[in-house]
């Protein structure tokens, strides 16, 4: 079954190093998305892409960095992490833009100390 | 004001009711909207989209949509205690220089209780 997984689920790290959160999707969808969920905001965008070589910034993009070079994979990059981006990440997958139906992976709760 | 915005609840049912989960949306040019169910400690589970003013019926879900009042909401019958649960509303916005994004409400919690 084609599916969206993230990677690692949990992370520990420490503030100033860099990290880097993996999605793959074997649902050969064009569109990708990754968001970060805190109380009180919701699911917020961080950045996205609508195919390969294609990226752009969220709502909430700085610290944040990512790279498409295939269809499978958007791996999102904190450049040096901060306590600030301890969060749970979500990785999402969309075939189209116009109805933008998401599928969403499992998340990974990343704890910056 | 927010983009989306959703009452953060909780609200509380008895098994067997009628949930009545609610929506409002500033961006009159939204097309498409969703409804995620999301179970504490899980990732977002899509449940129903819709597009057009009225209702979409699939199950026990009944999603309705007033493009003119700017409202979505999501009707839950005979309601289960498996489906306490936040649920997400989001609407597909357009955004500058083409394409669509998501934006989601903060979510609303439900407890179904016995």
């Known amino acids: 079954d084609a599916e969206i997984t993230q990677s690692p689920r949990h992370k520990i790290t420490e503030t100033g190093r860099q990290v880097t959160l993996a999605c793959h999707q074997t649902?050969?969808?064009?569109?990708m998305f990754w968001y970060r969920q805190d109380l009180g905001h919701g699911l917020r965008l961080i950045h996205y892409?609508?195919?390969?070589?294609?990226?752009n910034k969220g709502e909430v993009s700085d610290g944040y960095s990512v790279s498409r070079s295939n269809t499978e994979d958007l791996p999102l990059t904190l450049e040096s992490a901060a306590s600030s981006q301890t969060s749970v990440y979500f990785c999402a997958s969309s075939e189209s833009r116009g109805m933008n139906i998401q599928y969403f992976g499992a998340g990974t709760r990343l704890s910056v100390l | 004001q927010k983009e989306v915005e959703q009452n953060s609840g909780p609200l509380s049912v008895p098994e067997g009711a009628i949930a009545s989960l609610n929506c409002t949306y500033s961006d009159r040019g939204s097309q498409s909207f969703f409804w995620y169910r999301q179970y504490s400690g899980k990732s977002p589970e899509l449940i129903m989209f819709?597009?057009?003013?009225g209702d979409k019926e699939d199950g026990r879900f009944t999603a309705q949509l007033n493009k003119a009042s700017q409202y979505v909401s999501l009707l839950i019958r005979d309601s289960q205690p498996s489906d306490s649960a936040t649920y997400l509303c989001a609407v597909n916005m357009m955004v500058t220089g083409g394409g669509n994004k998501l934006t989601f409400g903060t979510g609303t919690q439900l407890k179904v209780e016995l």
């Open positions: 649902w050969n969808h064009n569109n």
């Open positions: 892409s609508y195919g390969v070589q294609d990226t």
């Open positions: 819709i597009y057009s003013n």
